[in-house]
Nanobody
């Protein structure tokens, strides 16, 4: 079974940093999209960042571009989201997701992803 387990969330002051990790197991196909999404109370789930692991291309929502960095630790099979210069608007539950195929123009669409983690909360005050 595919399992995605997020960690690293927490509470931080505006301007601070957090590093989210997503440990991936049971998913060995590296030729697929891996993404981070977030969902705030009362809002829809939105794509934050994604990466084609094997191709090493990355995608970011305009709201986080230049502040967040997505990467993959191949040895640990862990997806990482480094979040810097955090803002209160970044507060949300963050989810890791494994895509159905290669990242493309619809990387930010939740329907493009087949597997999801349980989420980790990020609160910026």
């Amino acid at each position: 079974d595919v399992q995605l387990v997020e960690s690293g969330g927490g509470s931080v002051q505006a301007g601070g940093s957090l590093t989210l990790s997503c440990a991936v197991s049971g998913y060995t196909d590296s030729r697929r999209c891996m993404g981070w999404f977030r969902q705030a109370p009362g809002k829809e789930r939105e794509g934050v960042a994604a990466a084609n692991i094997e191709g090493r291309s990355t995608y970011y929502d305009i709201s986080v571009r230049g502040r967040f960095t997505i990467s993959h630790d191949k040895d640990k099979n862990t997806l990482i989201l480094q979040m810097d210069s955090l803002k209160p608007a970044d507060s949300a539950m963050y989810f890791c997701a494994a895509g159905k195929a290669w990242c493309g123009g619809n990387w930010y669409e939740p329907n493009e992803y087949a597997f999801w983690g349980q989420g980790t909360q990020v609160t910026v005050s």
